[in-house]
């Protein structure tokens, strides 16, 4: 049998690092998509002690730049034909940011590594993973927007640029683009034999040294917070389970929770109407690139 091709952005840590060991483990060839190539390289050795089958390998992706994005493809493609699975797990949610931070192409860095990089990385795979027998894109959402029940996706001003910032608004903001491009992904490819689904990802155990800046209250917090938490591992069974469960071969356009059930969604999030709205101001950050 031929050997299946997984991607998984922000492998390097926490929830991705795991599903690559679990990935792995059943028989799959993953690449581990990463921005940066120490933590990169450090955590390709880590995964290496603990796998028993398949194989993995590094390349590098800054899923905040649209360069560094076509860069990875196009890498991907030189050696690649097919692709099987893309996980788009790379996320940026710094506590600290009290201000928005622009990318260097000009774009809200949380907007464009959560919701746009991740559109723009599967259009460009979209070719390789309809050449695979059964081709599965998972997008990650996350829990906390059941506290935003009316959260909107601000079609005016995605990026905080005339509004007050929030890195909480702008994190669930994306999130809530990604739970709608699901929807509409897996609508525009039903006649493919590619499923689009969405992981929602619940209270993670996270290593608070990878956030030296925030305060002490904000540390305490999140202490508390990580003893209802569940575990990096615990979480990525679940991305295992949609990547690469037999019985969902033909299920698309859902939300799984942590226990691999269906979970739902808001009703702005389910309205077609809004979803093309959202997806027409993607398109507009991605008119130059493809």
Same mark, same amino acid.
């Given at each position: 049998?031929?050997t ?9 840590a ?8 679990q ?14 190539a120490a933590?990169?390289e450090?955590?390709?050795?880590e995964?290496q002690?603990?796998i028993?089958?398949?194989s993995v ?9 649209? /360069?560094s994005? *076509?860069?990875f493809?196009? @890498?991907? #493609?030189?050696?690649y034909?097919?692709?099987?699975? $893309?996980?788009?797990?790379?996320a ?7 201000e928005p ?5 000009g774009i ?8 746009v ?13 309809e050449k ?14 059941l ?11 995605p990026e ?5 910032? /929030?890195?909480? *608004?702008?994190?669930?903001? @994306?999130? #809530?683009?990604?739970v709608?491009?699901t929807y509409? $992904?897996?609508?525009?490819l ?10 929602r990802v ?18 305490t ?9 569940i ?5 990525a ?5 949609v990547?690469t ?5 033909r299920?698309t356009g859902?939300?799984?929770?942590e226990?691999?059930q269906?979970?739902?969604s808001s ?16 398109k507009?950050?991605?008119e130059n690139t493809l």
């Amino acid at each position: 049998m031929t050997t299946k091709t997984c991607i998984i952005t922000g492998a390097n840590a926490g929830i991705g690092k795991e599903a690559v060991v679990q990935i792995v483990n059943q028989g799959y060839h993953v690449v581990m998509a990463c921005r940066s190539a120490a933590r990169g390289e450090a955590a390709l050795k880590e995964v290496q002690t603990r796998i028993t089958s398949g194989s993995v390998e590094l390349m590098l992706v800054d899923m905040s730049l649209q /360069s560094s994005i *076509k860069t990875f493809a196009r @890498s991907f #493609l030189t050696k690649y034909s097919t692709l099987d699975v $893309l996980i788009h797990n790379a996320a940026k949610f710094d506590i600290a940011e009290k201000e928005p931070v622009f990318t260097n192409e000009g774009i809200e860095s949380v907007w464009a590594t959560n919701h746009v990089g991740p559109v723009l990385l599967t259009e460009l795979l979209l070719g390789a993973l309809e050449k695979s027998s059964q081709g599965r894109v998972l997008t990650v959402s996350s829990k906390g927007l059941l506290s935003f029940p009316f959260l909107k996706v601000d079609l005016k001003d995605p990026e905080f640029r005339e509004r007050k910032f /929030s890195v909480a *608004k702008a994190y669930y903001q @994306s999130k #809530l683009a990604q739970v709608m491009y699901t929807y509409w $992904l897996a609508e525009r490819l039903s006649h493919t034999r590619v499923t689009v689904n969405c992981i929602r990802v619940t209270n993670v155990k996270i290593d608070l040294g990878r956030y030296p800046d925030i305060g002490r209250a904000a540390q305490t917090a999140y202490k508390l917070k990580s003893k209802f938490s569940i575990t990096p591992e615990e979480m990525a069974r679940t991305y295992t389970h949609v990547a690469t469960s037999a019985e969902l071969d033909r299920v698309t356009g859902k939300h799984f929770g942590e226990r691999n059930q269906p979970v739902s969604s808001s009703k702005y999030s389910r309205d077609i109407t809004q979803q093309k709205k959202v997806m027409a101001l993607t398109k507009a950050y991605l008119e130059n690139t493809l």
